[in-house]
């Protein structure tokens, strides 16, 4: 098992800045990938509308940002060939993307998925429990009936701290795991196990990082997902970073 140390705000300080210096050293990389993602959300904002389901948008919304450890991966790829001085250029960071499909990262992959479909699937039942089974022609009519009386209220209320919970699971099961499958081909059980004890070995900065990538990314969905084109490169980077300073594998021991 890969070994876990304990950290502190100082080291996710230094882990922060480590990212945006890799930013200044290959910004290309960063937007890009920031520029696709930020793409996808909007798409899935949209798609609810067209299908008539604007309520769904801002659930769908959130939702999406779930995937963003999956969508960092070839951040993280470029922050590892930064650090190590090997090449980077598109061929040899997409070339690493490809080969997870084979991996044990794509089992990752699926749990994130999973996850996400949980999210959605608690939203339709709240909306079921708290607002019946009733259609809104559009996301304003929603939002009044979600504001204006205590069914919605209480819907969003309880909605939320689910959806925090969800949150808080998947930023456990995550926040070192991709990384570390990525550097290390072990099997995602092991990862996703080694990423919970980063969490309970350091649980104060951990969650105050969790809470700091929650805020950043509210803040980077409302102008339609355009943050994410600078925030989500920041948040990669520096997700390779913390997962350097809390992990260390047996070869480097």
């Given at each position: ?8 705000a ?13 930013i200044r050293?290959?910004p ?11 793409a996808?959300?909007?798409f899935v904002?949209?798609s609810?509308?067209a ?10 919304a959130a939702g999406?940002v ?6 960092a991966v ?9 650090e ?22 794509s ?18 039942l709240?909306l079921a ?6 259609s809104?022609?559009?996301f304003?009519?929603f939002l ?9 209220l ?5 909605g ?17 795991s ?10 995602f ?5 080694t ?15 969790a ?9 980077s969905?409302v102008?339609?997902f355009?943050?994410l ?13 913390l ?11």
């Open positions: 098992m890969p070994q876990v140390r304990k950290i502190t100082n080291d996710v300080i230094d882990a922060l800045a480590a990212g945006l210096a890799d050293r290959a290309v990389y960063g937007l890009t990938i920031g520029a696709l993602f930020a996808g959300g909007l904002v949209l609810a509308a299908l008539e389901m604007s309520y769904l948008s801002y659930p769908a999406f779930l995937i963003g450890p999956f969508a070839g951040l993280y790829e470029v922050s590892r060939r930064l190590s001085g090997d090449e980077v250029s598109w061929k040899t960071v997409l070339g690493t993307i490809w080969a997870q499909k084979g991996r044990e990262l089992w990752m992959a699926f749990v994130v998925l999973f996850i996400q479909i949980m999210w959605m699937y608690q939203v339709r709240l429990l708290f607002l019946g089974f009733r809104f022609a559009s304003d009519e009044t009936q979600v504001i204006t009386t205590p069914e919605g209480m819907f969003l209320a309880v939320h701290v689910v959806g925090a919970i969800l949150s808080l699971l998947l930023f456990s099961l995550t926040v070192v991709f990384p570390l499958l990525l550097e290390d081909d072990r099997d059980i092991t990862a996703m196990i990423s919970v004890r980063a969490v309970v070995t350091s649980p104060v900065p951990m969650i105050g990082w809470i700091v990538v929650t805020a950043v990314l509210i803040v969905m102008p339609a355009l943050g084109i600078v925030t989500l490169p920041i948040l990669g980077h520096t997700t390779w970073h997962y350097k300073k809390c992990v260390v594998l047996p070869d480097e021991t």
